[in-house]
């Protein structure tokens, strides 16, 4: 066989896909709890920040013809720093300048606004000084409240590890209902607040909830090797050892013909012409 459909076999034949990471290696091995949450913080589309979605399928252009829409996302770039704070959704901003006609254009980056402000946490009692933007601080006060907007807003939006790590320990706090663990009606009075939050998630989603993919494989390796129970091998070898002695002694036991004896009372010991009598009998 040869010809066009030929090549198309053999393309076929040796296309093989590539491993991914949950395929193999300790990738494999992590929960499905983790890879839902790993889903909805990578794979998920986050809302437009940068940018507006038109509604419809088809626009009019200026020059009077009708083009469809075409709603694409603005690459957005996602810096070490980001984890450190809560933005709000915004990122670094790719593009390119052109400052004049026939000049040259250039790389440009579009860096939101930082600044450092203060947020209260009332599920878990504390006040935490860390980076935010205009948008977080917008967010915040949309939502009625810090709590409020870290639990009801998805990971893919949240997107920084400090972000994530928060609302874990807040479904954690609700969940077991640890908070405020010396007041029970303010204990009783968040919890009722709060807990309707909770209701999509089991335990062990919440346990995984907010780690990063370094962090969730060094987390099965630590639980791997607390349910792994380490015997020193002297005490398996001595064990061993006794199970072996105890073996060949009842193969001894065993192996020994019953010999079977006179009781000697005490009052035959003392009789001192008995031992006389047998001899001068046997004689």
Same mark, same amino acid.
């Given at each position: /066989?040869?010809? !066009? $459909?030929?090549?198309?076999?053999t393309?076929?034949? =040796?296309?093989? *896909?590539?491993?991914n &990471?949950?395929q193999?290696?300790?990738?494999?091995?992590?929960?499905?709890?983790y890879?839902?949450?790993?889903?909805?913080w990578?794979?998920?589309?986050p809302?437009?920040?940068?940018?507006?979605?038109k509604?419809?399928?088809?626009?009019?252009?200026?020059?009077?013809?009708?083009?469809p829409?075409?709603?694409?996302?603005?690459?957005?770039?996602?810096?070490?720093?980001l984890d450190?704070?809560i933005w709000?959704?915004?990122?670094?901003?790719?593009? /390119?300048?052109? !400052? $004049?006609?026939?000049?040259?254009?250039y790389?440009? =980056?579009?860096? *939101?606004?930082?600044? &450092?402000?203060?947020?209260?946490?009332?599920?878990?009692n504390?006040?935490?000084?860390?980076?935010?933007?205009?948008?977080?601080?917008?967010?915040?006060?949309?939502?009625?409240?810090?709590?409020?907007?870290?639990?009801?807003t998805?990971?893919?939006?949240?997107?920084s590890?400090?972000?994530?790590?928060?609302?874990?320990?807040?479904l954690?706090?609700?969940?077991?209902?640890?908070l405020y663990?010396?007041?029970?009606?303010?204990?009783?009075?968040?919890?009722?607040?709060?807990k309707h939050?909770?209701?999509?998630?089991?335990?062990?989603?919440?346990?995984?909830?907010?780690?990063?993919?370094?962090?969730a494989?060094?987390?099965?390796?630590?639980?791997k090797?607390?349910?792994?129970?380490t015997?020193?091998?002297?005490?398996?070898?001595r064990?061993?050892?006794?199970q072996?002695?105890?073996?060949?002694?009842l193969?001894?036991?065993?192996?020994?013909?019953?010999?079977?004896?006179?009781?000697k009372s005490w009052?035959?010991?003392?009789?001192?012409?008995?031992?006389?009598?047998?001899?001068s009998?046997?004689?």
């Amino acid at each position: /066989m040869s010809g !066009p $459909k030929s090549n198309e076999l053999t393309k076929l034949l =040796y296309k093989f *896909p590539k491993p991914n &990471r949950w395929q193999q290696g300790i990738g494999a091995e992590l929960p499905e709890a983790y890879k839902k949450f790993w889903k909805e913080w990578k794979l998920d589309r986050p809302k437009p920040v940068h940018w507006i979605d038109k509604e419809g399928k088809y626009e009019r252009w200026t020059d009077g013809t009708i083009r469809p829409i075409q709603n694409v996302d603005i690459p957005l770039k996602y810096p070490k720093e980001l984890d450190k704070g809560i933005w709000g959704g915004e990122a670094v901003i790719q593009g /390119m300048m052109k !400052p $004049k006609h026939k000049k040259r254009r250039y790389v440009h =980056y579009w860096v *939101p606004q930082l600044k &450092r402000s203060v947020v209260y946490s009332e599920i878990l009692n504390k006040y935490m000084n860390t980076i935010v933007t205009d948008r977080t601080l917008n967010l915040i006060h949309q939502h009625y409240g810090f709590d409020h907007y870290i639990l009801s807003t998805k990971a893919c939006d949240l997107r920084s590890l400090l972000a994530l790590n928060l609302k874990r320990n807040m479904l954690i706090a609700l969940y077991d209902k640890t908070l405020y663990p010396d007041d029970p009606v303010k204990q009783e009075e968040v919890y009722e607040k709060y807990k309707h939050y909770t209701e999509g998630y089991t335990r062990e989603e919440i346990e995984w909830y907010g780690y990063s993919y370094e962090e969730a494989c060094k987390m099965l390796m630590l639980n791997k090797k607390k349910s792994m129970v380490t015997v020193p091998l002297k005490v398996k070898f001595r064990e061993e050892l006794i199970q072996m002695l105890k073996e060949e002694k009842l193969e001894l036991v065993k192996d020994e013909e019953p010999v079977e004896s006179e009781p000697k009372s005490w009052l035959s010991k003392l009789n001192i012409f008995k031992s006389n009598s047998n001899k001068s009998a046997t004689e």
